[in-house]
């Protein structure tokens, strides 16, 4: 299998991959009768896993840790662990959704906007030739702390028998049912939390121009249009790289 190196950005793991090593070494996990874990921690990821030190564990547990965000490589140089590019969980999915394809695995979809959302990204999956045996918008905000509610999550996908699921409820919330349910699942060789990237499919919402996105404005992408996303992205924009600089140069 591959080797890949990783950096630390305060006590979180990050691969330093590119997205074509990223693409061959989840290939190499599809192959393996054995469970795997992917995060995507962003810049809000990892300033929420510096503050909540359980969170922070679960993360550094994933098989594949992918920079997902221009302020990760920004900051990278700083503390000369410089990252070789981006690597977004809305640009993988689609990637490790033909993985699927060509290996015939089963995908199961939980999480999203809503249900229609939902069931839109598995429709577009199925287009693309994707076996999508499960989709279900999955756990809300007032059932969390609803056991059974999990309970009948967990057997209706271990009746469907997925290969992998791509769990889109958000962090924290998406890790750490990951790091609760995986063991209870046993037909899946891969899990990724994946974040809003199951309603750019459906569209149900709208990415950045890909400009901006190389940039590294689609912060202010989402700003103009989300303006109620506005104390994330001062997190993510400002926060994140003033703690990263105390921590790691303001310090010494």
């Not at 249900?115 to 905000?141: F, L």
């Not at 059974?148 to 469907?160: C, Q």
């Not at 989402?222 to 997190?235: G, T």
């Amino acid at each position: 299998m591959l080797h890949v190196q990783f950096m630390n950005i305060l006590g979180v793991k990050i691969d330093a991959v590119t997205k074509t090593e990223a693409i061959m070494k989840i290939a190499a996990f599809l192959d393996e009768q054995k469970p795997h874990f992917i995060t995507t921690p962003n810049p809000e990821i990892i300033l929420y896993a510096h503050r909540h030190h359980e969170y922070r564990e679960i993360l550094n547990k994933a098989d594949l840790a992918l920079p997902d965000g221009a302020g990760l490589l920004f900051v990278s140089r700083f503390i000369k662990q410089a990252l070789p590019e981006r690597v977004s969980g809305a640009d993988m999915v689609p990637e490790i959704a033909k993985l699927a394809r060509e290996k015939h695995l089963k995908i199961a979809l939980l999480g999203g906007l809503n249900q229609i959302t939902i069931d839109k990204a598995a429709g577009v999956m199925r287009a693309w030739g994707n076996e999508v045996v499960y989709a279900s918008h999955g756990v809300p905000k007032e059932q969390w702390e609803n056991k059974e509610f999990h309970d009948r999550i967990i057997n209706e996908l271990r009746a469907a028998r997925p290969e992998l699921v791509f769990v889109a409820l958000g962090h924290p919330k998406q890790e750490q049912w990951i790091d609760r349910y995986r063991d209870s699942l046993p037909s899946i060789r891969l899990f990724i939390g994946c974040g809003g990237a199951l309603d750019f499919i459906a569209g149900a919402m709208r990415r950045a121009p890909a400009f901006m996105r190389r940039a590294g404005l689609e912060w202010l992408w989402r700003l103009v249009r989300e303006p109620k996303r506005i104390k994330r992205i001062l997190n993510a924009v400002i926060v994140f790289p003033l703690t990263v600089f105390n921590a790691y140069v303001w310090k010494k």
